[in-house]
């Protein structure tokens, strides 16, 4: 154990994320703000408009929690929709299909609450599903995009999270990940280690009433491969041929 934390087998792994979860569900959204100083949410408009989300798109968003990353798919694409129909064209908006996937109901309850208070409630475009990602319910080829933020280093088996995401993808379609990594500056690595190792658990303990799942949270960041290892371990089987820019087709 490198940085001192205890190794867990796969079966502890999805039980202690399980439980993490529910633990953190109900406070889940404000420590995201407390903790990164509300930077999750700069990171997430960076994600979304990196994805160029189009008025019909079919979209899986997997570790999908409280909905953050489906609510700014769905704004941007109402946005181009409300566009088009002040220039008197169709609602584009009619066939798009935002799902917002988690292992967790809890956090999706969460996330189905916040749409009633954010006016999306009645929405026909965002559909709530509980799923692993690692077995997904979704029909192969059958969406244009796929994104999973801060998700992907608490599943079991990320070799299998991508080839589920390869499977569903449409030939061309995207898969886009957000998530943290290892700090190489060392500067600032010490600040961080300080931040991430003494504080973000002390927060966890002092708003969530949870300091263990901060804790959790905090060493899942440092067992996450790091930058270097981008590309070496996390091998899909194979490559699809074409790149499609999805935006271009539909401006
Ligand atoms: N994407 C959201 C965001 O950025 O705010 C939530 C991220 S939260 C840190 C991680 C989420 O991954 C949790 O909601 C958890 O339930 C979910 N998760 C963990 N393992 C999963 C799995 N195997 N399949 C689907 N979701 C999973």
């Known amino acids: 154990t490198s940085f001192g934390f205890k190794e867990v087998g796969e079966e502890e792994k999805s039980k ?3 439980k993490v979860f529910n633990n953190v569900a109900s406070n889940y959204d404000l420590m995201n703000d407390i903790m990164s100083g509300g930077l999750h949410r700069l990171w997430k408009d960076r994600l979304v408009s990196k994805l160029h989300p189009f008025p019909g798109m079919k979209h899986l968003d997997v ?3 409280t909905g953050d990353v489906a609510f700014r798919i769905l704004e941007s694409i109402k946005s181009d929709s409300r566009r088009a129909m002040q220039r008197g064209l169709d609602d584009l908006n009619e066939e798009t299909e935002i799902y917002a996937c988690d292992i967790n109901p809890n956090m999706l309850s969460i996330g189905k609450k916040r ?4 006016g999306l409630g009645d929405e026909r475009c965002l559909f709530w599903t509980e799923g692993d990602a690692e077995a997904l ?6 969406m244009d995009s796929y994104t999973i933020a801060f998700g992907i280093r608490n599943v079991t088996h ?6 589920e995401a390869y499977r569903v993808l449409k030939l061309g379609g995207r898969f886009l990940c957000l998530e943290l990594s290892h700090v190489e500056q060392p500067l600032f690595k010490q600040i961080y280690d300080f931040y991430s190792f003494q504080l973000i658990p002390a927060i966890g303990g002092l708003v969530a009433g949870d300091r263990e799942s901060y804790q959790y ?6 067992r996450f491969p790091n930058q270097g290892l981008k590309g070496k371990i996390l091998k899909p089987q ?4 074409h790149e499609v820019e999805l935006s271009k087709r539909h401006l």
């Open 217 to 222: 949270l905090v060493e899942s960041i440092r």
């Open 16 to 18: 202690m994320v399980g």
């Open 137 to 142: 319910k979704f029909k192969d080829s059958s």
């Open 63 to 65: 570790a999908g929690g």
């Open 158 to 163: 990320i070799e299998k999270v991508l080839a």
């Open 238 to 241: 194979k490559k699809k041929k």
């Open 115 to 118: 749409a009633i208070e954010q």
